[in-house]
């Protein structure tokens, strides 16, 4: 009787654990996942982070440098904080036989005004490049116009990669009125613009019939132009020559490393070109943080060996104090 209790009891518990609903192992659970590339099941695409156009850009491949390795003596001197100041050292900063007049050009703002703060603190003029219809473009651009800084418009061009260079952009293929109300639209959102220059734009730049479009319209409107050169093959310093438009290229790209070391190797060569060529055209990037340091540490140094900065608009102003003395 007792043994026929326990096998009944037995194969109770069998059927309940036959029954019970299993657990799927791991590898069963993740195969069930949707893949990340799957499009959502309502068919809406996912929305765009700004992450993925505001991003620095990139200078064409010969022009990108790497920090040069420092002589033994100066590795030295940076281990020694009392012997060696922060930033680059004094003795690798080019000391021009005049001064020498640096235009820093901050692209990409619009995003954040916490990106904008630490570069508020510097105690230099600079330009600030504003992208148009983010979440904060036009509070950026008032905190930076109330601040004394110089504001253009950060103009987003289609790029040979097929980057997403983000909302109120000129791709290739627009007509001439389609360009003229893009910009329309873009230059009266923001307060106070004196220039634009491109944000991406490797493949617009190098159409001359879409650049004709553009630096035509900010001719009519008495804007100047920076080439951000993101391609060597522009079509802008040829349209900008015929149509007499200010216009100016990009020298050096700060930031497209974001590392301490390439920054300072950037600003290097940088200087490079203005103690040659009496100016150079700087271009950093908002969401680097690091380039703020750098300029803060540096910047008084920068002073003593003869260097000072401006916004980009005074170098149009000098060159045309230059043409009507010559007149």
């Known amino acids: 009787m007792l043994y026929a209790l326990l096998a009944s009891i037995a194969v109770l518990l069998a059927l309940i654990l036959v029954?019970?609903?299993?657990?799927?192992?791991?590898?069963?659970?993740?195969?069930?996942?949707?893949?990340?590339?799957?499009?959502?099941?309502?068919?809406?695409e996912e929305p765009v982070s700004e992450d993925d156009y505001r991003v620095p850009q990139q200078p064409p491949d010969d022009e990108r440098i790497a920090p040069e390795p420092a002589p033994e003596r100066d590795r030295e001197r940076e281990r020694d904080p009392e012997v060696a100041p922060p930033g680059l050292m004094p003795w690798a900063i080019?000391?021009?036989?005049?001064?020498?007049?640096?235009?820093?050009?901050?692209?990409?703002?619009?995003?954040?005004?916490?990106e904008l703060e630490p570069f508020l603190e510097l105690g230099?003029?600079?330009?600030?490049?504003?992208?148009?219809?983010?979440?904060?473009?036009?509070?950026?651009?008032?905190?930076?116009?109330?601040?004394?800084?110089?504001?253009?418009?950060?103009q987003p061009m289609e790029a040979l990669n097929d980057a997403d260079p983000g909302p109120?952009?000129?791709?290739?293929?627009?007509?001439?009125?389609?360009?003229?109300?893009?910009?329309?639209?873009?230059l009266s959102s923001l307060p106070r613009v004196v220039g634009?220059?491109?944000?991406?734009?490797?493949?617009?730049?190098?159409?001359?019939?879409?650049?004709?479009?553009?630096?035509?319209?900010?001719?009519?409107?008495?804007?100047?132009f920076l080439d951000s050169r993101t391609t060597h093959l522009s079509a802008a310093p040829r349209v900008a020559a015929e149509l007499g438009i200010p216009f100016?290229?990009?020298d050096v790209f700060l930031d497209h490393d974001p590392q301490r070391?390439?920054?300072?190797?950037?600003?290097?060569?940088?200087?490079?070109?203005?103690?040659?060529?009496?100016?150079?055209v700087m271009i950093g990037h908002v969401m680097v943080s690091e380039l703020a340091e750098v300029f803060e540490e540096i910047y008084p140094q920068l002073v003593e060996h003869g260097y000072r900065f401006e916004p980009l608009s005074q170098y149009f102003e000098l060159q045309q104090h230059d043409d009507d003395s010559r007149d």
């Open 19 to 44: 029954l019970m609903p299993r657990a799927p192992r791991e590898e069963e659970r993740l195969s069930e996942r949707p893949a990340e590339s799957e499009e959502r099941a309502d068919g809406a």
């Open 196 to 224: 634009v220059n491109n944000h991406m734009g490797s493949r617009v730049t190098q159409d001359e019939d879409t650049m004709q479009a553009v630096l035509e319209e900010l001719h009519q409107r008495g804007l100047f």
């Open 248 to 250: 100016m290229e990009r």
């Open 261 to 280: 070391e390439a920054i300072e190797a950037a600003l290097h060569q940088a200087l490079t070109v203005a103690e040659t060529q009496g100016h150079a």
């Open 94 to 114: 080019p000391r021009p036989a005049e001064p020498a007049r640096l235009y820093f050009v901050l692209d990409d703002a619009g995003a954040s005004l916490e």
């Open 124 to 154: 230099f003029p600079f330009t600030v490049a504003v992208l148009p219809h983010l979440a904060r473009s036009r509070e950026v651009a008032e905190v930076a116009a109330e601040a004394g800084l110089e504001l253009m418009l950060h």
């Open 168 to 186: 109120g952009a000129i791709e290739l293929g627009q007509n001439g009125d389609d360009v003229r109300a893009i910009l329309e639209r873009n």
